[in-house]
């Protein structure tokens, strides 16, 4: 089957993020699909269903292929971030901190994950386009790199940094006036976009921080967006990047970052045919280093912050196969224990997935179908027309390449209570979240007393 990539020792080709299927993907003896040395129908058996499953040596193989190839591409120093809003959780950033990467984090919660994950502070990047004074001050008394976003960043930092204390670390994010291809709501490189400050806005804020004794700048950050296939926009960034760079070193800003954002694509079908970590780390290390070359500056600290390209193919989620409904002549749709609630990508950004059954996976499809969530909402489908063999209820249907913007991205929509999550490696699985109960909705429901019904 074409979703099955054998694991590949070529470094590009095995790239996780080329591969549909988690790298330790195989099938057993009994021919069923088994992830890190586990079969599926037997994780859906112990944790039931829906359940999310990452596979930890497609994490940690993705990590390595972004150090290793910062080191072997860019000659200065670098840092790989994890944007943890890709997909954020304890046994994540614990990983993340063991494969020795930085994290970036956007809000109270997942600064707080990536503290007790174990990510030392001084790799942790704070973003965020209306962060609340109590993050900024959470974020400050951690000494973590503090993104300014805007004016309304610099006013509150204002009043939280007392005189004479410790400065803040500030990388200014800008936007670079980049576009590429991409859903629109996902972009956000362009002149039209809620984050950052405008590049024409950025010398006034070289200005205005000369008088500014409680903070340094001592970096630059732009994104350009995600789900990206082409490496062109990330060769023009380094130029929009160093020439600023420039400017603010002159202004005598101690600039020794540049934050070049994330955005590499991932495989989620086989039409998709993004480029390998290892080149896309190569086009961004190479092309910052001949701008600088170009303009004289001394290499700053190239850091980077992929999310997607790090968890998502390392994830999957097995649903169990439910009702069936035949429209003769138009379409049969097969409906599964979960949908929009755990995975929101289909209906926000049409977003294509490739699926099998856990226990036939070499069974090529025979049956035409559209897997339906459970919600209430037409729109809530998983995949449209796809092929598999003809399926009965109670079967369980895999969905490769959920481990990014699924878990993180979930809701309790119809009060749904949220899967769980297990983790993978050398033939064994632990649970990393439990699964939701109703009452775990209900806890913040309150019924003040005047509602209460008197016999
Ligand atoms: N850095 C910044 C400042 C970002 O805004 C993002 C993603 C990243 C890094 C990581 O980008 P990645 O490497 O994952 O492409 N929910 C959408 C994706 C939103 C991306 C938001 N920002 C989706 O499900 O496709």
Known sequence: MSILIPFEKDLDKASPNRNIAPLTTEIDSEERLCVGGVSLSSLAKQYGTPLYVLDELTIRKSCKEYCDSLKKHYPGKSTALYASKANSSLVLSSIIASEGMGIDVVSEGELITAIKGGVPSNK?????????????????????????????????????????????????????????????????????????????????????????????????????????????????????????LEVGRNYGHPIDILNVGGGLGIKYTSSDDPPSINSWVKVVSESLYEACENRSQKLP????????????????????????????????????????????????????????????????????????????????????????????????????????????????????????????????????QRRECPEDILRNDILPDRFIAKD
């Open 124 to 244: 942790i990047v704070f973003h965020g386009n209306n962060k609340s004074i109590s993050e900024l001050r959470l974020a400050y008394d951690n000494d973590v790199i503090i993104v300014l976003d805007n004016q309304y960043d610099i006013k509150q930092l204002a009043n939280i940094v007392k005189p004479g204390e410790r400065k803040a670390r500030l990388i200014v994010r800008f936007t670079p006036g980049i576009e590429c291809h991409t859903h629109e709501y996902i972009k956000t490189g362009m002149i039209d976009s809620k984050f950052g400050f405008n590049a024409d806005e950025l010398e006034s804020i070289f200005i205005q921080f000369k008088k500014i004794e409680w903070g340094n700048i001592i970096g630059l950050h732009a994104h350009i967006g995600s789900q990206i296939f082409e490496v062109q926009p990330h060769r023009d960034l380094a130029d929009v990047m160093v020439k600023i």
């Open 301 to 432: 600290l190239l850091m980077c912050e992929p999310g997607r390209s790090i968890v998502g193919t390392a994830g999957l989620t097995i649903y169990s196969v439910g009702s069936k409904k035949e429209i003769p002549g138009i379409k049969t749709y097969l409906a599964v224990d979960g949908g929009m609630s755990d995975n929101p990508r289909p209906i926000t950004y049409q977003s294509k997935y490739s699926t099998c059954l856990a226990d036939r996976p070499l069974l090529s499809g025979n049956k035409r179908v559209t897997i339906a969530g459970k919600h209430c909402e037409s729109g809530d489908v998983l995949l449209n027309d796809v092929l598999i063999p003809d399926c009965n209820g109670g079967e369980i249907l895999v969905v490769f390449g959920t481990g990014a913007y699924n878990s993180s991205m979930s809701s309790n929509y119809n009060r749904i209570p949220k899967p769980a999550s297990v983790i993978v490696s050398k033939s064994n699985a632990d649970l990393v």
